[in-house]
């Protein structure tokens, strides 16, 4: 009892860390269309106008995301190079989620297809979503509802660890599980 | 007040902010054996106080930075002539010179100056040149970059672009917390202006033919969308928005179409034509790989693109004739991506595989399909060429960091562009 009661008090915390959102500095986006006054005269190329965008709270999806199976099932599933073949290794993380997404039909999952960072930059947005589709496919196969899964592919944009080495790029070949509301 | 507020602040920001300082110092890693000497003398009095007014160093630098010329050092000059009348020839050309630049510049109410230049042979003393330029203190750069541009077309016969600019995207920060700048910049680096500022990835800026617009992706929502912004005003429009992929926007040659990468729900890459007037979407691929990076050629008649349907990706070109089939272009080697055309449509530039490292190879299209690889790095990735198709700009990694660098077409001349801070990456020279 008192380790469930432990446990229930890791996910609320847990849960109240994924809802937060994150403190930005940016300026707030301008709708679309808003225009800048006099931004364009202030100089002679033309240039200067000044947009912004930012995140919608969130975090990165690799421990955080809201819902989906006990805090003990990964929620990152690693490629080999140039693949998109889920390797035996995570089966059974791709079969928790499964069963998770079976027994909550309301549950959303988006699967968020990552490269590391050799290659063109347009290509490996494809290679990601490859990537996210395989994963896709494979919670399907299991019964898994289409409506309840999106993909998104953030190609080599981003990464999960910094560096030019194996170590480094095996971290990033990644498809991460991210549940939404 | 509400509605002000924020002007306020985004004016500020465009005031201070983006443009802090230069980004970038030019190192020339490898120069051009042959590169013709010139003089070029100051503008101004040698004892001027304003380092901003050097619009002569301005011409100086982008003069040796082309490495098509080698500048003569301002101390080696015995004097300072701003004129033709006062340029002893004989003096200039035993000093090792083929050529001089000499002008004076004066300044003519309180915020414009004139500069009156010439260019001269110094082997016949011929004027190549003479002209008068006018500008207030803000656009002295770009004077300077405009005479340049005169002096290398005069000399060379080849349009300069010196007066152009680069977008390029800039990333800060440690993760998970990355910022994101979508930055223009004058082609030397100088006058950094943020375009576009998020904290989840942009990528792929393109620019309008008519150098106005830029189109980009943006991740702001955390699913990638197509906008199309107007440089001037900061408007911007998102113009896809698709499920799944929307990716590599490409300007049609009449600024009316975009091509871009959009994938189906199974999550297959086509490449697709979209009419901007009337929103109107026309599939040009249809194939279970990847196709994607698409690029017109200046006829506006076909889309060269990457695709992997043949295993790794290689280079293809398809007319927009319906019922064309793409033509594989590209054989040496089991990696070429991301085609981008010369100006003039004879050479492609793109990214090719070799001992497992990504370089900048170029290829000439009425050729027998041979491709040459201009660059050294491990990881040198999106080449644009110049519109005047001397030098292609593209981006490289030098000790964990990305940077910008440049290699001439031939491959004879490289450049490296040391950021201050931050990566670099995404390089996109604009149109003339």
């Known amino acids: 009892m008192k380790k469930i009661l432990s446990i229930a008090c890791l996910c609320a915390v847990a849960a109240l860390m994924a809802g937060c959102p994150k403190k930005t500095t940016t300026v707030e986006p301008p709708s679309a269309g808003s225009q800048v006054p006099g931004a364009g005269s202030t100089n002679a190329n033309g240039q200067g106008a000044y947009a912004s965008g930012s995140a919608l709270g969130g975090d990165e999806g690799g421990a955080a995301g809201q819902g989906g199976p006990g805090g003990a099932v990964?929620?990152?599933?690693?490629f080999d190079f140039d693949k998109s073949d889920i390797k035996p290794e995570f089966a059974p993380i791709v079969q928790a989620h499964a069963q998770y997404l079976i027994a909550h039909p309301g549950a959303k999952l988006k699967l968020e297809g990552n490269t590391d960072e050799r290659g063109t930059r347009e290509y490996n947005i494809g290679l990601g979503e490859r990537r996210a589709q395989a994963v896709r496919r494979a919670l399907m196969l299991l019964g898994v509802s289409e409506n309840q899964l999106t993909t998104v592919s953030f190609g080599a944009e981003r990464p999960a660890v910094e560096g030019d080495d194996e170590s480094a790029w095996a971290k990033n070949r990644r498809v991460q599980l991210v549940y939404t509301p | 007040m509400n509605k002000v507020l924020p002007v306020i602040?985004?004016?500020?920001c465009l005031a201070f902010c983006p443009r802090t300082h230069a980004e970038f110092v030019v190192e020339v890693t490898r120069g051009q054996e042959n590169a013709i000497p010139i003089a070029v003398v100051p503008f101004m009095a040698a004892d001027a106080p304003d380092a901003s007014l050097d619009a002569a160093a301005v011409v100086r630098n982008d003069l040796s930075r082309s490495a098509r010329f080698?500048?003569?050092?301002?101390?080696?000059?015995?004097?300072?002539?701003?004129?033709g009348a006062g340029i002893s020839f004989d003096d200039w050309r035993r000093l090792g010179n083929d050529y001089i630049l000499v002008g004076a510049m004066t300044p003519q109410g309180p915020d414009r100056y004139v500069i009156d230049f010439e260019l001269y042979n110094v082997l016949n003393h011929q004027r190549l040149l003479g002209y008068q330029i006018s500008a207030n203190r803000a656009g002295l750069?770009?004077?300077?970059?405009q005479v340049a541009d005169m002096v290398y077309d005069k000399i060379l016969g080849v349009r300069g672009a010196f007066a152009t600019r680069i977008a390029y995207v800039s990333v800060q920060g440690a993760l998970p917390n990355k910022s994101y700048r979508l930055i223009v910049a004058d082609a030397d680096g100088e006058n950094p202006h943020v375009v576009m500022q998020s904290n989840e990835p942009l990528m792929s800026p393109a620019w309008s033919p008519d150098g106005q617009s830029l189109a980009y992706v943006s991740f702001e929502s955390r699913q990638p969308s197509v906008y199309v912004q107007l440089l001037k005003t900061g408007e911007r429009k998102r113009v896809s928005a698709k499920a799944g992929v929307n990716q590599a926007p490409a300007w049609s040659p009449d600024g009316k179409k975009l091509a871009l990468t959009l994938s189906t729900r199974d999550g297959n890459l086509d490449v697709y034509v979209l009419d901007l007037d009337g929103n109107t979407l026309t599939r040009i691929t249809d194939d279970p790989g990847i196709d994607t990076e698409p690029q017109w050629s200046k006829d506006g008649l076909s889309l060269y693109f990457?695709?992997?349907r043949a295993g790794g990706p290689q280079i293809y070109r398809v007319g927009l004739k319906p019922g064309e089939h793409p033509k594989r272009l590209t054989f040496q080697g089991n990696y070429n991506a991301r085609p981008r055309l010369s100006p003039d449509d004879s050479h492609l530039a793109f990214v090719t595989q070799?001992?497992?490292?990504?370089?900048?190879?170029?290829?000439?299209?009425?050729?027998?399909?041979?491709?040459?690889v201009l660059t050294k790095g491990q990881f040198d990735v999106s080449p644009s060429y110049a519109p005047n198709g001397a030098m292609i700009i593209y981006a490289s990694r030098d000790r964990g960091r990305g940077v910008l660098a440049l290699v001439s077409s031939d491959g004879r001349v490289q450049e490296r562009l040391v950021s201050s801070e931050g990566e670099v990456q995404e390089p996109a020279w604009s149109p003339f």
Request: charged share 30%; hydrophobic share 40%; no cysteine.
């Open chain 1, 74 to 78: 990964a929620k990152v599933i690693y």
């Open chain 2, 354 to 372: 070799e001992d497992g490292a990504y370089r900048i190879a170029v290829m000439d299209l009425n050729g027998r399909g041979d491709m040459q």
């Open chain 2, 9 to 12: 602040a985004l004016v500020l």
């Open chain 2, 141 to 145: 750069r770009l004077a300077g970059h």
């Open chain 2, 306 to 308: 990457t695709s992997d």
């Open chain 2, 70 to 83: 080698k500048t003569m050092d301002r101390k080696d000059m015995i004097e300072q002539p701003h004129a």
